[in-house]
């Protein structure tokens, strides 16, 4: 763990993948337009990437399907070749990158485990001795002989993952591991993670599973189009890649300036403005002055008839001055569809109490019991705060002073 | 076998205690994995395994029948019959071995493209099972010699092992070669169907070369001029066959003394030739090991450039 090695260095990492546009690769035709090279097309998959991954990190790669994020796991684990840059790796690096690789449909658990094994890199003898440990946790200990075409997926995936934790590699490469499997095996997933934590072994994961990269990750990196767009804790990358995905939703129609947007859509904002006290728009509000949140919505979905509002108001840095909640329960009584009804949330603030400065306000409308994002506008509504009096500070408070003379 | 020189650390590099283990991590895989393809080549067949010993003696069978019956091959060939079965054990490793290894890369795309480990390991496992074919059926082989009182043993017997090393680097090379170019062009699959119907003429699986030299005139009458010219250049190509060479050789060592060394017959009867020239005929003995190391380089090369973009070709 003290190893002043880092783990994984990559340096200015490029790969380029040539499309051939002429489908036929005949020998024929090689021999025919042996004169006139190849046509093709170039695809630059990763474009000078850099990091460092130090001992015992835990890593995230993140970014939309086709931004290089396999590539770049491909090229660590030496699958792929790099066109440019270096790839130094300190320790043993788990060859494969999938749950079952190797696995034959036409063998039976037990030589699936010895050869699928045998790519893992795990010798006769410890496979023999690992066996039942192996068996045992994929929990199939009665059907060892039986074909794994007979298997169900389940019953496959936990005889992959039961053989997968078995590697000894210092460095874990692993790509989408979490994508399949349901709870109890996602959980089986984390309990592993947690262990590798404390082994204090290296972990690269490739997951579109945002909050497991905020829950398990150290770190995350951003790759878009082939190029690394984020390096950082991972919370802020996950937060950064959200509001990239969220850019590409449409919401045009609401009239907002910066909108990070993203949820499941069930409920969605269909306007939010912020007024005086004459109920007219107004982004410029005074201290001390009467400010209105007027929220539109629209029911999209058959099954909701309650959800949770929350607005939330962040200085510019992102410091939250304070997030206020309140449930819309009054559908949950009628019992019935409120697929396209629409209404409007008013939270009203008599007296605020921001000084001078620039704040957003952020607005989702989510599940009530779970939690998770409806329609979620990050910074949806930017504002400016004037304060006539120029204080210092950040709230005024509203307090009052009294004084009292001594004789 | 052909790891790949990329960009690593010294400190993978210099992993001194890491390197024997990976050699044995991959000299496990590689038995694994002919392990494997051994039982699901014979997984749905009744007869399994047997087929692998049933089918060299089914072609003998029908060549048995053809040949001797029929044309007389055998005249002054001393115990053809069990010559012509080593000739078709032999030929039968050499074009299962090659054809099954052609395929070894562009059928294992799945495992190519998600784990790492030297693609050669793949080319390696899949001759390995007609290897294992190959010794039970020249164990047969000999066997049957045994038993049919035409066998000679001898000291000469040792060169069976640097005769079969040969015939391995030989086929080797060529899967090697032909599983590399096969990714991208299938057209070498039918190459080389052609190529070997030619070869199995062209290596004396059911003739030896003392019989070419007999059908030039010569064998028995040296020094005088051959009374079927294009024989004799027939034989002058067949003695650089290293395919002909092998069967030739372990026809002599395996089986019995009185089938003479492919040197024996270039230096004897060709030399002894009238038209050729001494110096010209010796200058035939060491090609066919020349060819094996030629191919084997070419195969190795070829398969080692193409090897870095396996995983994107598939």
């Known amino acids: 763990m003290s190893d002043a090695l880092p783990a994984i260095r990559v340096e200015n990492l490029s790969k380029r993948f040539r499309i051939r546009l002429d489908r036929s690769s005949s020998l024929k035709h090689r021999l025919t337009h042996w004169r006139s090279a190849s046509r093709y097309r170039i695809l630059e998959a990763l474009h000078e990437v850099s990091f460092e991954v130090p001992t015992g990190q835990f890593i995230g790669i993140i970014g939309h399907n086709g931004s290089g994020k396999s590539t770049l796991l491909k090229i660590l684990s030496r699958i792929y070749r790099p066109d440019d840059g270096r790839v130094a790796i300190n320790g043993k690096v788990s060859p494969f990158l999938e749950l079952g690789v190797g696995f034959n449909p036409e063998l039976t658990a037990r030589e699936n485990v010895f050869l699928s094994g045998a790519i893992l890199g795990l010798s006769r003898p410890e496979l023999h001795r690992r066996f039942a440990e192996i068996i045992g946790f994929a929990e199939l200990e009665s059907f060892v002989d039986h074909k794994l075409k007979n298997f169900s997926s389940g019953m496959e995936l936990r005889l992959a993952f039961a053989l997968a934790i078995q590697a000894h590699a210092e460095v874990l490469l692993m790509d989408e591991v979490l994508a399949v499997g349901d709870a109890g095996f996602q959980q089986k997933c984390f309990d592993t993670f947690a262990r590798y934590k404390k082994e204090g072994r290296t972990v690269v994961l490739v997951t579109h599973g945002l909050d497991a990269v905020n829950m398990y990750c150290d770190r995350a990196l951003l790759l878009d189009h082939g190029r690394l767009a984020g390096d950082g804790p991972a919370p802020d990358i996950t937060a950064r890649y959200r509001r990239a995905m969220g850019a590409a939703v449409d919401s045009s129609h609401l009239n907002l300036e910066v909108v990070d947007r993203w949820g499941s859509r069930d409920v969605v904002v269909t306007g939010i403005e912020m007024q005086d006290e004459r109920g007219v728009e107004d982004r410029n509000p005074l201290t001390g002055g009467f400010v209105r949140m007027e929220v539109g919505y629209l029911i999209q979905n058959d099954s909701v008839n309650e959800f949770n509002c929350v607005l939330r108001v962040s200085r510019q840095d992102g410091m939250v001055m304070w997030e206020a909640s309140a449930p819309v329960t009054r559908y949950a009584a009628i019992g019935e569809s409120q697929r396209g009804t629409t209404g409007t949330i008013r939270y009203d603030v008599p007296r605020l109490p921001l000084l001078d400065g620039s704040y957003t306000v952020t607005v989702e409308l989510g599940e009530r019991r779970s939690g998770s994002a409806f329609d979620h506008l990050e910074g949806a509504v930017p504002f400016r705060v004037i304060d006539r009096g120029s204080r210092h500070g950040l709230l005024d408070p509203g307090g009052s002073w009294t004084f009292m003379e001594s004789t | ?314």
């Open chain 2, 1 to 314: 076998m052909f790891a790949p020189a990329d960009a690593r650390t010294p400190a993978t590099e210099a992993g001194g205690p890491r390197q024997p283990s990976a050699f044995r991590h991959y000299r496990h895989l590689t038995l694994e994995l002919a392990v494997t393809q051994f039982k699901l080549r014979y997984t749905k067949s009744a007869l399994g395994y047997a087929w692998s010993l049933l089918k060299p003696a089914m072609l003998f069978g029908i060549t048995y029948v053809i040949f001797v019956d029929l044309f007389h091959v055998e005249d002054g060939t001393p115990d053809y019959g069990i010559q012509l079965l080593l000739g078709i054990v032999t030929w039968t490793f050499f074009a299962e071995c090659t054809a099954a290894s052609m395929q070894a890369i562009a059928g294992s795309g799945g495992l190519i493209r998600k784990a790492y480990f030297p693609r050669s390991i793949l080319v390696i496992a899949a001759s390995l099972s007609s290897v294992f074919t190959f010794l039970i059926n020249l164990t047969l082989v000999a066997l049957i010699a045994v038993l049919l009182h035409q066998i000679d043993f001898g000291l000469r017997m040792l060169v069976v092992i640097p005769l079969l090393v040969e015939l391995y680097f030989l086929v080797l090379g060529i899967s090697l070669f032909l599983s590399a170019l096969f990714v991208q062009y299938h057209d070498v699959g039918h190459i080389w169907e052609v190529l070997m119907q030619l070869l199995f003429y062209g290596s004396g699986v059911m003739f030896s070369l003392t019989y070419v030299l007999q059908r030039a005139g010569l064998a028995h009458r040296p020094g005088t001029a051959p009374t079927a010219p294009h024989f004799l250049w027939a034989a002058q190509l067949l003695a650089a066959n290293p395919i002909m060479q092998i069967i030739e050789d372990l026809r002599h060592a395996l089986v019995t003394p009185v089938a003479p060394w492919t040197a024996s017959v270039v230096t004897g009867h060709l030399v002894a030739l009238g038209q050729t020239h001494p110096l010209h005929a010796s200058l035939l003995l060491p090609v066919p090991f020349l060819l094996v190391l030629l191919i084997f380089a070419g195969g190795a090369l070829t398969f080692r450039s193409r090897a870095r973009t396996f995983a994107e070709d598939l």
